[in-house]
């Protein structure tokens, strides 16, 4: 019986080698010359300002190599802006650096003595801004003697993050709201109709919010408060400068949080 040699021959495994040696060539000439040289950057996903904080922070990639381009640095650098969440990195070969950025957005002004801050739903500092900039954000007040850091930090429990979280839930509410407030663990939303909406600790807020929407319409005139604090049993009722209140006991709202 004649032996049928499965070992590749000499030629295949010096054609092989030679391969290997060209393509490494070509890399290795792709990586220092200008062939693939980035020559814009294009960012999507974010609004024109973001784009624009993007593409100053990629500028010193223009004119090096997407071949030997380092992919994890340069999504480092775009999530560490204070105004990304995060980032994803395209070769658009043969000269452009494309990004999909995903932004931070912005729940409220957050007013620290002189300073107002734009606060992002995972309390993170977006950005100094005017004191009445944005006069459609709610205002999320600390005492002058909070500590905060720079912007792209977060913000400490005790410090409006939980205020900042709590807004995150309650995008499209019936009633704006005007301020925020953590008191002790007990949160607190103060509606442009007068109306303050009592959350109270920061468990459940999505059925709370989605309780106090479908209430809010169903409230009688004069109301001042509204408390969801305990979803399944929402209380009303108006306060004055007397202790004693008056208070009604909401029926079951029946509130579906799906969709």
Known sequence: MRRVSLAPGRRSLLAGLGIVLVAGGLYAVARQTSVFAIRSIHVGGAPAPVAAQVERALAPYLGRS????????????????????????????????????TPERPVAVLRHGPDAWLVS????????VGIGAHPKLPRIWLGTNASIGPAGAFLAPDTGAIAARALAFASGFPDRIQTATDTGGTLQFQLSSGVSLRLGDSANLPLKLAVARRALRALPAGTTYLDVSLPGRPVSGASSALPALTTTVMANPQVSTGG
Do not use: K, M, W
């Open 66 to 101: 997407l071949v030997g381009l380092d992919g994890g640095a340069v999504v480092r650098r775009v999530d560490s802006l204070p105004t990304v969440v995060g980032a994803v990195l395209d070769r658009s070969f043969p000269h452009t650096l494309r990004v999909v950025v």
């Open 121 to 128: 739903a995972r309390a993170r500092l977006i950005a100094r």
